[in-house]
């Protein structure tokens, strides 16, 4: 290959790359971190804030005026009451499974969940990458957490620290 054509090619993978993420349309969570985040910015859960979910019943976006870095993530919080209760509780708020989909680790594969699908089950947050996978979770989340505990350990091993 000619090297003007290379540079060519190089040029447009970095145009590309950054129209994606100026122009508005999701980024792909990174999938081979413990904690599922933008590959850019390293934003946990899309800048939504995981207290939210338990003290609004939602996803809720949270402030870059509210971080917190925790688990080489950061966090993004709606106000400082939220960024206290999380760093005071993250095993509780914090996205079970690093924010992945508990229904596809029971597959034995990581995917990032989407933080607009989510379940609160024994005071706990799971993220899903689709609607059909939450709503089988929810019918039965006993089903889907005994597969999880027998495959998470060997997903997480093979997840970049």
Avoid at 12 to 20: D, P, S
Avoid at 36 to 63: C, H, K, L, M, T
Avoid at 126 to 153: I, Q
Wanted: include cysteine; hydrophobic fraction near 45%.
């Amino acid at each position: 290959m000619r090297p003007g054509i290379a540079l060519i090619g190089r040029l447009a993978c970095l145009l590309a790359g950054i129209w994606l993420v100026c122009s508005g349309l999701p980024v792909q969570a990174a999938t081979t971190e413990r904690i599922v985040v933008n590959r850019f910015s390293g934003v946990a859960i899309e800048g939504f804030d995981p207290v939210a979910y338990f003290v609004d019943g939602g996803p809720a976006p949270g402030s870059a005026e509210f971080e917190a870095n925790l688990w080489g993530a950061v966090w993004r919080f709606r106000n400082e009451g939220n960024r206290a209760e999380f760093l005071s509780h993250p095993e509780i708020y914090g996205p079970q499974f690093g924010g992945y989909d508990p229904v596809d680790i029971a597959r034995g594969v990581t995917i990032g969940g989407n933080p607009r699908f989510f379940v609160i089950a024994a005071q706990r947050l799971y993220l899903f990458s689709r609607e059909d996978n939450r709503d089988a979770f929810a019918a039965n989340p006993e089903r889907f957490l005994y597969e999880v505990g027998k495959r998470w350990p060997a997903l997480q091993d093979k997840l970049s620290q």
